[in-house]
């Protein structure tokens, strides 16, 4: 079953920190992992986007790695600020050939609070 | 250059009422999705559509229809609606499959059904 999850279910650090969120991944067949950022009442942006040929994708102080072995991400926040406060999403894709879709799986996310 | 725009923003239904929710686009795109995002889960797939005149179901379509009539809007029909379509809407679009290419979200739609 194609399955994505994510911890911690949710996260509260002090501005300044650093933290990293985890994904677990059961998709078959691979093709990408995105991590989203969502502001409340906002819809999902994109921050990174690996193949499985890549190990780590940086964005500013977002910085992704993949271990396509294991099926783990994480996504590594650098010297937090109050606006990182949001939901992560984790994001897999799986590409059929022979389909006009790729079927995406959606993680809960993890949600951040980055406090004074 | 709006990006995804969605209408309307909150809504509330009794059961049995009808809505369309409406998803418009201005960056051209050919791929558009409707999801439904409730608490601790991930965004599900309820339709989707590849092109202006097709439309295709996902992972959730029961109890809603969708229409593509023209290229920059996708619309979501709740014929009967129920408690159990209490949710969040998003829709998001992207110009081609290329994976490379990220899906564009709209800023949500907050429907309750009573």
């Known amino acids: 079953k194609n399955q994505v999850e994510q911890s911690p279910q949710s996260l509260i650090i002090l501005e300044g920190k650093n933290c990293t969120l985890q994904?677990?991944?059961?998709?078959?067949?691979?093709?990408?992992l995105r991590w989203y950022k969502q502001d409340t009442g906002r819809g999902p942006v994109s921050l990174t986007i690996?193949?499985?040929?890549?190990n780590t994708k940086s964005n500013g102080r977002y910085t992704a790695t993949l271990d396509a072995d294991t099926k783990q991400s994480s996504l590594h926040i650098t010297a937090s600020q109050l606006s990182d406060s949001a939901s992560y999403i984790c994001?897999?894709?799986?590409?059929?050939?022979?389909?006009?879709?790729?079927?995406?799986?959606f993680g809960p996310g993890t949600s951040l609070s980055v406090i004074p | 250059n709006a990006g995804v725009t969605q209408t309307p923003k909150f809504r509330v239904l009794k059961t049995g009422q009808s809505m369309t929710l409406l998803c418009a686009q201005d960056?051209?795109?050919?791929?558009m999705y409707w999801y439904r995002q409730d608490p601790g889960m991930g965004l599900r797939l309820i339709h989707y559509?590849?092109?202006?005149?097709?439309?295709a179901k996902g992972e959730v379509p029961d109890g809603y229809n969708v229409s593509r009539l023209k290229k920059q809007n996708f619309l979501l029909g709740l014929e009967s609606a129920a408690p159990s379509q209490t949710s969040v809407y998003f829709c998001?679009?992207?110009?081609?499959?290329?994976?490379?290419?990220?899906?564009?979200f709209g800023p949500g739609t907050r429907l309750t059904v009573t």
């Open positions: 998001a679009s992207k110009p081609t499959r290329d994976m490379w290419y990220e899906q564009y």
């Open positions: 994904c677990n991944y059961t998709v078959s067949p691979f093709s990408n």
């Open positions: 690996m193949t499985f040929s890549e």
């Open positions: 994001v897999v894709s799986a590409t059929y050939t022979r389909t006009s879709y790729d079927k995406v799986i």
């Open positions: 960056m051209n795109h050919e791929y």
């Open positions: 559509s590849v092109g202006e005149g097709t439309t």
